[in-house]
């Protein structure tokens, strides 16, 4: 069963931070939606926790002044989902997170919680890291904020120091302002299966149907989630045809490093990199203002 030998909780991000420096060995605990399946399965044993859940500031989404969307990292995919500021300004962080689980699920899963798990499978992973997404930590020495992309470093390994507390995910309005997107889940199921494949497609078009700017995240096509650096600066500023898509997608597979599971071989997520990336820019494209194409 769980195995839980303590309990602590906090208020403020401060007092967490002060717990945590004299207790290193707590694990952080959110929703549980991760941590709790790990110490039932035994993967976590004598579990001494600090629950995070009555901290106030760090639920919720904010829009800054200058446009920059703060997320806090106790924000469940739900109410990711049915945020009007979410909804309105990044809708494929909505599709996202609603392809995430089921809705028991996204009602008590947070994003700060999936972020941190560090799964590469994580639903929330490509499309943060398409946009550019920025974490702000806080420890008991002070704040930093880490590029989402440099903040897995491998499988279920992230960059949290000892002691650290996510606090905010930072989305800068140029990653998203005239942008379209679309996210899709490649899964054995419908619901509540986590992805065999996840593909997410930021881009901006300018005059004469030309890609200004395509950002790609994959998810499980390699240990941590990626970018496709080189399909990405391929498209800049060509016209956009199905040629130009079929070659991105190609491009994109030179990027991964999938592995063969029991969910799918490596070839047949290389497969899927290539065609779902086309599809994925086909809907983007028109969604930022494109010509759609056949
Ligand atoms: C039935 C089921 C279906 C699921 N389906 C999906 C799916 O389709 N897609 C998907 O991506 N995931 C899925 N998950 C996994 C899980 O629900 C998500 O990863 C979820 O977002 C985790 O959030 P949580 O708040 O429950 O995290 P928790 O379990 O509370 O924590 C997860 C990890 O993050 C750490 N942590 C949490 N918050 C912070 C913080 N602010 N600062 C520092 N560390 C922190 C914890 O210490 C722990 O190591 C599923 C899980 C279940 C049980």
Redesign the pocket.
């Known amino acids: 069963m769980f195995d839980i030998q303590g309990y602590f909780e906090a208020e403020t991000v401060s007092e967490a931070a002060a717990i945590l420096a004299a207790n290193p060995h707590l ?11 790990k110490m039932h399965k035994g993967e976590i044993e004598k579990a001494e926790l600090l629950s ?1 859940r009555n901290i106030k500031s ?1 639920e919720g989404i904010r829009e800054l002044e200058n446009g920059t969307i703060v997320i806090g ?1 106790l924000t469940t ?1 739900t109410q990711i989902v049915k945020d009007p500021t979410i909804k309105e300004k990044i809708p494929v962080l909505a599709e996202a997170a609603n392809s ?2 089921g809705p028991q ?1 996204r009602n ?7 972020i ?2 560090g ?1 590469t ?4 992973a490509s499309t943060l890291l398409a946009l550019n997404g920025k974490l702000q930590l806080q420890g008991s020495q002070g704040e930093r904020v880490v590029p989402i992309e440099e903040f897995y470093l491998g499988p279920g390994k992230v960059d ?1 120091k000892p002691g ?3 606090t905010g995910v930072i989305i800068s309005p140029e990653n998203f302002v005239d942008c379209g997107g679309h996210y899709i889940k490649y899964s054995m199921r419908k619901a ?3 992805a065999t494949l996840g593909v997410s497609v930021i881009c901006r078009i300018k005059e004469g149907n030309v890609f200004d700017d395509v950002r790609i995240g994959l998810g499980v096509a390699g240990p941590t989630p990626l970018r496709c650096r080189e399909a990405e600066a391929y498209a800049k500023e060509k016209v956009i045809s199905a040629d130009l898509l079929a070659e991105i997608g190609k491009l994109a597979v030179k990027s991964t490093r999938a592995r063969s599971s029991w969910r799918a071989s490596r070839e047949y997520r290389e497969h899927l990199v290539e065609e779902l990336c086309q599809r994925a820019l086909k809907l983007a494209v028109v969604r930022a203002g494109g010509a759609g194409i056949a």
């Open positions: 694990k952080i605990i959110a929703g549980g939606t991760d941590l709790l399946i995070i760090l990292p995919f995430m689980g699920i008590v899963a947070t994003i700060g919680g999936n941190c798990n799964a499978s994580a639903d929330s949290l650290e507390i996510l509540m299966d986590i």
